[in-house]
């Protein structure tokens, strides 16, 4: 394919919180043909019944693999492997193939490695995760103002580099940007995963237990995502476990930093890093939908 | 006074985002007579404009004083101190005075021992502090489903504590609970404090620098308490210092156990981690407003 356009036939493989949010925006937005196969029949209804998909099917549906022009693969990573493995000589010519997986050193090299010569897989993470699974949770909405990153390697063209950044772009993302895999794994062992560590921690520390009655919103924001798919996230840690530990390594030490201000006394030396935080933080906050 | 009800005099000391927030929920639910002392005359003027107080002034009006029945100080802790020390010759017999200090140990006692014989000072702490300072950004609406935490010494009466209940009752808040001084430092430490270190700490960390547009929404979450008060925060931690560097000690250690289990690639004891974390982080959701 060159070019992604409201006609082009496009395949959901997991139909769950991403993959069903990829299947209502791209449907809202207009496109005609969103398909999808995924494991669980009622899902396949639950998608007819909203008006989601065109079609969806829980089988290896041949004829509809073959006419997909855009697939795009929202599965665990082991998952997604072994699917294209068993499935990819049903793959038409010319199609591309993208994902969504959260980390990329295992599985975008793997998949291109294996990969047929005539289909070209371009790696996407769609930076909207949700502490709920299932595609009754999925949500359009969650993409509005939320970044996308696309992730080349060399074996990527330039059109295939496009149709991936624009498929953000109709999914409603408001940045669009490229990293490489090694600069994608890193930021996200910073940005996602420690953070999954942080919440986890504060969870299930002695001290957490029986303060609902107690708390604030910021213990609950600090700790919202630590509703946590633990097949799921316990796999991508084990994928960037590397990467993760030095982050890791990296907040304890500027922790401890802050521990020994207080520790002193320095209420000035605490001031200053809350101020940095200030600034910094605004930088951060998200678009006006 | 005896009894709170919509004709009971009230004045709050300190028109910021909580005392603005306090007069906005006492008005808007019927209360007659909320008036405020607080420095700058433009926020009373606003406060005037937008219906929140039937008087305000930001002079020391000692017959305002004298009629006050509840004095609500939402003032930072030192301020408070030196407000009661210069102005409690004001106050009538049998005012009941509280306040919305985020840390018990060191201003309850300090201000019980100077405070008048025939005024009585009972402290809350209303849990639902928000990023932004200012009469401007005051909401009621943050206190719905909200905690409100009484906190009582031998020298309250249980007139005293039954009033300050209701005042939280009132403004909203869903839960109301009581804890002692060394109780309520603790959690605080914990839920509050700790949360803000680790806030700062992700936002100031080299890896954060230029991160903000690849981020999601789990590092956005973390970070929103980031946007602090630096003035007010230094002194809340410095206040209950012993407490917060024994919570983060505690958060280093099990922050610690879970990097090991990563480092040895233990995925079962990572995973049952994240089920605990899951499980105890439901009883966190808050009531539905």
């Known amino acids: 394919m060159t070019e992604l356009n409201f006609d082009t036939k496009i395949l959901i493989v ?5 993959g069903g949010g990829y299947a209502k925006a791209l449907t809202y937005r207009g496109y005609k043909h969103v398909r999808c196969i995924t494991k669980e029949p009622k899902d396949v209804d639950y998608a007819i019944a909203h008006g989601m998909i065109e079609y969806g099917t829980s089988e290896i549906d041949e004829a509809l693999i073959a006419e997909s022009e855009l697939i795009v ?18 793959f038409s010519p010319g199609t591309i193939i993208t ?12 998949i291109q490695a294996i990969l047929r010569p005539d289909v070209e897989f371009i790696s996407a993470h769609p930076m909207a995760g949700r502490e709920k699974s299932g595609v009754e949770y999925s949500n359009a909405e969650v993409f509005r103002g939320a970044n996308y990153i696309v992730v080349p390697t060399d074996k990527n063209t ?8 624009k498929l953000g772009e109709e999914l409603g993302f408001a940045k669009i940007s490229e990293l490489s895999i090694e600069e994608h794994d890193e930021m996200i062992a910073f940005l996602s995963q420690l953070t999954h560590c942080i919440a986890v921690t504060l969870m299930t520390s002695n001290s957490s237990d029986g303060l609902e009655k107690y708390t604030g919103d910021s213990f609950r924001d ?6 946590i798919n633990d097949l799921m996230w316990s796999e991508l840690f084990m994928q960037n476990r590397e990467a993760l530990l030095a982050e890791m390594d990296s907040f304890s030490k500027k ?10 006394g320095d ?7 809350m101020r940095l935080a200030s600034n910094r933080r605004e930088l951060f906050d998200k678009p006006t939908k």
């Open 267 to 273: 209420a000035e030396a605490m001031r200053s890093k």
């Open 99 to 110: 994902d969504v997986t959260g980390v990329k050193s295992g599985i975008v090299r793997e």
């Open 158 to 165: 330039e059109n295939a580099i496009a149709i991936c950044s």
């Open 73 to 90: 693969f929202a599965l665990y990573p082991h998952v997604f492997r072994e699917w294209v493995e068993d499935n990819q000589h049903l």
């Open 255 to 264: 922790f401890n930093e802050f521990r020994e201000m207080l520790e002193r």
């Open 222 to 227: 600090l700790t919202r995502i630590a509703k």
């Open 14 to 18: 997991g139909l769950g919180v991403i």
